[in-house]
């Protein structure tokens, strides 16, 4: 069997499609838990693992292989940034 060319292209725009999809399901679910956390306890988690110990979610979302959550506690603003 011959090695075909076209392999790369097709698992490379998949682990791209995967990854964008990660990115937006996850910052969508912890924005809207720490607007939760925020309207419950009056203010915004200190950090991102204070939404773990206090049981609005189970555990941190995992980030596409070399990204990390950004987190700001002064406005509760959550974003994906490369690391």
């Known amino acids: 069997m011959a ?7 097709y698992l490379g725009a998949l ?6 999809a990660v990115k937006t399901i996850d910052l969508s679910a912890l924005k809207n838990n ?14 991102l693992n204070e939404l773990v110990t206090q049981r609005y979610i189970p555990k941190l979302p995992i980030t596409p292989v ?5 987190y700001n506690a002064t406005n509760g603003e959550v974003s994906m940034m490369k690391q």
């Open 3 to 9: 090695g075909g060319g076209g392999g790369d292209g």
């Open 15 to 20: 682990a791209k499609a995967q990854q964008a």
């Open 34 to 47: 720490i607007q939760l956390f925020n309207a419950q306890e009056g203010r915004f988690p200190k950090d």
């Open 66 to 70: 070399g990204m990390k959550l950004a």
